[in-house]
């Protein structure tokens, strides 16, 4: 890359070696810096080591120290997959970085970055937590997720070289900007004061310690041109005195939303202190410069109105003495004298957390629905086969149906449709207009209401009603209306974000210029009048519509006149803020920061200062970011974090979710206080869900989980963004038969604590057999039983159906637990108790579960008698299907009773019968059973190629519909046939080589371990020289 950079040497910052240079900066302020502070480092980026080692450990939250035996399977899942990675680089390049290599040996991984982007986003997600939360998601299998508690208890620790990483991002960052190809710049910090040499006056910059500059780099230079972000003045700046950002954000923020900021060169008090409110004393008088600003002695108590705010130069106060309202210069009262706020409160009411509106918050209706779809089963009305949990329990990897809510269609396509007409007004890019903006907006069909639409407003106009004569009479009711002094409620859809009070006060009018003259002819009537409330209403109206046309100097004129004819008066606080705003907007837009500085200075405080402020236009966000920057200048962490808030408020409203997601992220490093850590994790999650980041998704939710106050619950479609999710994870497209990935559970389970705590019994219900249902999948039947347990209690509760569906649920999974005699518990009163039915169908459903309990107590002639009365009431229904699985269940039983004839002859009608259904994988997967059976009676018989054929043809059904349960459950019977049964070297080496495959789908590295020396072996007894690749050679 080429190319020596002098940069100054910082305690904090990690800068390569290099050697002393002599000093070309101007006059520099002796008694701020001195001479040991002018040394310089030369910053070599050939040099540099790109290669970040990240290393991780697997603790015990209760026992607070290493949890070795699941360090240890770490390190061996870690070791399995050294040789073929795809998975860990897939995961890294989800978490922004590039992995180099392994090191399961040291726990350890090689990761690197090529840009700055890259580096911003994996250190975001590393200070987040995210990237600890992703390495259990590669690191522990389901068993893991499966056990409740060590899933609470275990956390994985993360450690970095912090120096090693600011060093690689400050490299790249220079290195980016030196060698792009637009001129690059990037944002410095000025590490000393410093005043322009008298020989070379105007060439220099003037800088005040701290201060922000954007700098140009020139490569081989001491010297780089910069920009004061604090007076905009241009000129040259020693590199010694210069100190990058240290904070990506902070760099992509001030590029991205450039501009100047107005804070004065006598900062105000930052420091430690929090936001506050209450009441608060002068310690120094202030004599008011302009009309709006309060008077007040020394020692006087102030009332703060709303809110003061560290790094702001005013609030809003009102004094004890005189009763006065105005604002208060911040740097003259004592900070320790208010009541401070919890740390890093961004929210200042639960209305404002509320406010956010995360799109996909109002589908709970469609996501409990889609819950319970996912719960669904036909244990009511369909037999279970003998024995086919081996097949059925177990998750498909590849599939064609699946459940509504599972259907993809793009990157984020689970809020898609739902957003579309909030995405296409957002589609504008980063530097388009305010003007292009409100264009779009003004191209918008414009509702003109009748009266009849209307829902008893406090004003309503017919505009076509004696309007040609402008006689007074004719504007007293819209007058008399405006004229209230002081917020009323009604005034609420007057600094509203739709502007909803044009379209529910008007009507009868066919063009907007009509209301326009109106309203005009209004405020001249007001104005003669001396109706100063009504006046300056009528003057922000017209310069909202004004702004609505795009014609900003008029706009400008119409909010500087409704201020001045307030005079300072406080009485309607929406409608000052709402004028001090919008006013300020438009001077940034048309850079007028030298007429309005105090103005944009108290619109800040406005803005940020009054809670539950409605937003009444897109051009707010200018004014967001004007304090924003005022926030990074001052290093106030709480003005920051109330600012990234906003912007993320108001990014949410216009719809751009696109640019929400930097601030959401540092909005939730800053905040440390609970409640705003669950706003903005509920945020993130919904943005890394549509940018197709599954595993930060999944994190997202998790941290919510493991980080939420009590009482705060998880939504319900945050449960479905996790099923979601999790099935991005596991590489199935498609998922069929409700299958549910394990690492779902924590966030299904915190589900269920909340609608414990709201009892709400049919979601409670729902999310208990989806639990059951996981648990069934990974064959962990007592896990399912406990949760099954729970479902029946709830069904008993709720209807005599769902307590039949609950109870034929729980006594199959005693069955599959091996736990026949609970089995027979349950099935014996529930046969019982349906006597009295006409439902031929659930009796002969229970009889077939009986007689699986009885098969498993051994009572073979009572189970017998199970199965055929089972037959019969399938019979009587002419369900097929049933009266398939019941002779299937009846030649299952007697093959275990070594009768082989009869076994045979029931296995040969149930095949006939399955192949007489219309394809489907649940009937052709029990088939496959059906067929192991067949061929094992007739490996009995002796009939060897019968047996191969029925083996045979199972694996073609499961290679049919590509499910690889079953034919790892078919390959292993014919790897045992080939090599025991009738042994055939070729064939079984086949076999064995379409079982790795399938190991390696499967992602089973223990597995795929033993498969390969079994390989190996097979191979040298065949005495031959050709090996399978990766096969070791002992």
Not at 167 to 179: C, K
Not at 739 to 758: D, G, H, I, N, T
Not at 771 to 776: C, F, G, N, T
Not at 1004 to 1020: A, I, N, P, T, V
Request: charge should be negative; glycine fraction near 6%; proline fraction near 4%.
């Amino acid at each position: 890359m080429g190319g020596c950079f002098c940069i100054p040497w910082e305690p904090s910052l990690s800068w390569g070696p290099g050697k002393e240079t002599s000093s070309k900066d101007p006059t520099i302020s002796t008694e701020i810096i001195s001479s040991s502070e002018n040394k310089e480092k030369c910053f070599l980026p050939q040099n540099m080591t790109p290669d970040l080692t990240l290393s991780f450990s697997v603790k015990s939250r209760s026992r607070r120290c290493v949890n070795g035996p699941l360090q240890e399977a770490a390190r061996r899942r870690l070791w399995a997959l050294e040789n073929e990675d795809q998975e860990v680089r897939a995961l890294f390049k989800d978490l922004s970085a590039r992995l180099v290599c392994i090191q399961s040996q040291k726990a350890q991984f090689l990761i690197t970055f090529k840009t700055m982007e890259e580096i911003w986003k994996f250190s975001t997600y590393l200070n987040l937590g995210y990237v600890s939360m992703c390495l259990e998601h590669l690191l522990f299998d389901h068993k893991y997720w499966l056990n409740c508690r060590l899933v609470e208890d275990t956390e994985i620790h993360v450690s970095v070289d912090d120096k090693h990483l600011e060093t690689i991002y400050l490299g790249l960052l220079i290195q980016e900007e030196l060698f792009s190809f637009s001129a690059g710049h990037f944002f410095c910090r000025a590490t000393c004061s410093m005043a322009q040499p008298a020989e070379k006056e105007g060439e220099y910059l003037t800088l005040c310690k701290n201060e922000l500059i954007s700098v140009k780099t020139a490569e081989g230079e001491f010297e780089w041109e910069g920009v004061s972000l604090v007076t905009g003045q241009r000129g040259l700046v020693p590199v010694s005195a210069l100190e990058p950002l240290p904070l990506p954000f902070h760099q992509w923020f001030l590029k991205n939303y450039p501009g100047s900021c107005g804070l004065s060169r006598k900062r105000d008090w930052t420091g430690s202190y929090q936001i506050g409110r209450g009441k608060c004393k002068a310690w120094k008088e202030y004599e008011r410069e302009e009309k709006d600003e309060l008077n007040f002695h020394q020692g006087e108590s102030i009332e703060i109105i709303g809110f003061v705010i560290p790094g702001l130069q005013w609030f809003i106060g009102k004094s004890a003495l005189s009763g006065e309202v105005g604002f208060v210069p911040t740097r003259n009262i004592d900070p320790d004298s208010y009541s401070p706020m919890s740390k890093n409160a961004t929210f200042f009411s639960d209305e404002e957390r509320c406010s956010l509106g995360v799109p996909g918050s109002d589908r709970k209706a469609e996501c409990a629905s889609f819950l319970h779809t996912l719960a669904q089963t036909d244990i009511t009305s369909v037999y279970r086969l003998s024995g086919f949990e081996s097949i059925q329990s177990l998750p498909n990897d590849l599939s064609a149906s699946q459940p509504e809510g599972f259907k993809e269609t793009r990157p984020g396509g689970a809020w898609e449709e739902h957003q579309a007409v909030g995405s296409r007004q957002s589609s504008s890019s980063e530097d388009s207009s305010l003007e292009e903006e409100l264009l779009s907006a003004s191209s918008d069909t414009y509702h003109l209401p009748e009266p009849d639409d209307l829902d008893d407003p406090e004003l309503l106009m017919d505009l076509n009603t004696g309007q040609e004569e402008e006689e007074a009479e004719n504007f007293t009711p819209i007058l008399a209306f405006l004229d209230h002094e002081g917020y009323a409620d009604h005034f609420k859809s007057l600094y509203d974000f739709s502007f909803s009070f044009l379209t529910t006060s008007f009507y009868s009018y066919s063009e907007e210029d009509e209301l326009v003259a109106y309203l005009e002819a209004s405020r001249k009537w007001a104005k003669r009048s001396h109706m100063t409330w009504a006046h300056a209403r009528l003057c922000f109206l017209l310069g909202r519509l004004s702004v609505r046309k795009v014609k900003l100097s008029q706009a400008r004129v119409y909010f500087e006149e409704a201020i001045h004819i307030l005079n300072g008066a406080f009485k309607d606080l929406s409608l000052a803020a709402a004028l001090y705003i919008n006013l300020a907007a438009i001077y940034l837009r048309q850079r007028l920061r030298h007429k309005g500085s105090g103005l944009l200075e108290k619109a800040g405080a406005m803005l940020v200062c009054l809670p539950d402020r409605e937003y009444s236009a897109k051009s707010e966000l200018d004014v967001v970011a004007y304090v924003l920057r005022q926030g990074i200048v001052s290093g106030s962490c709480p003005l920051e974090a109330r600012a990234c808030f906003l912007a993320v408020r108001l990014l949410l409203i216009l719809g751009r979710h696109d640019e929400v997601l930097p601030f959401a992220e540092r909005l939730q490093l800053l905040s440390g206080h609970p409640p705003t850590l669950d706003a903005a994790t509920t945020i993130l999650s919904f943005l890394y869900d549509k940018k197709y980041l599954p595993h930060l998704a999944v994190a997202s939710v998790r941290q919510r989980g493991t980080q939420s106050t009590q009482g705060m619950a998880l939504p319900i479609w945050q449960v479905h963004l996790v099923l979601q999710n999790t099935t991005k994870l596991l590489g199935i497209p498609s998922p069929s038969w409700g299958e549910v990935s394990s690492l779902a559970c924590p966030a299904l389970r915190q589900a269920l604590a909340a609608c414990e705590e709201q009892v709400d019994q049919s979601t409670q219900r729902t999310l208990c057999l989806i639990l059951s249902k996981v648990y069934l999948q990974h064959r962990s039947p007592d896990g399912a039983i406990h949760y099954l347990s729970q479902a029946l209690m709830l069904g008993q509760l709720l209807s005599e159906q769902e307590a039949f569906e609950s109870s034929l649920c729980l006594a199959w999974a005693y069955l599959l637990a091996s736990q026949a005699k609970k089995a027979l518990d349950i099935l014996e009163p529930l046969l019982y108790s349906l006597k009295e039915t006409e439902s031929v169908t659930q009796k002969g459903v229970v009889h077939n579960l009986l007689g699986l309990a009885l098969q498993g107590e051994g009572q073979v002639n009572r189970a017998a008698n199970s199965y055929l009365w089972a037959l019969n009431r399938a019979q009587e229904a002419r369900d097929v299907r049933n009266q398939a699985v019941a002779l299937a269940n009846l030649g299952h039983l007697t093959l275990k009773s070594w009768t082989q004839q009869p076994a045979r002859d029931y296995l040969l009608q149930a095949v006939q019968l399955y192949s007489k259904l219309q394809a489907s994988m649940e009937t052709d997967m029990e088939l496959v059973q059906v067929l192991l059976w067949l061929a094992q009676v007739e490996v009995y018989r002796h009939q060897l190629a019968s047996g191969r054929f029925c083996y045979e043809m199972a694996l073609l059904f499961g290679l049919r519909h590509q499910h690889l349960k079953s034919q790892l459950q078919v390959t292993k019977s014919l790897c045992h046939f080939y090599s025991s049964v009738s042994p055939s070297p070729e064939a079984c080496i086949t076999y064995h080589e379409h079982w790795l495959a399938l190991a390696q789908q499967l992602r089973d590295r223990e597995m795929e371990g033993r498969l390969l020396e079994s390989l190996g072996q097979l191979y040298r007894n065949l005495n031959t020289a050709r090996y399978p690749p990766n096969i070791p050679l002992l």
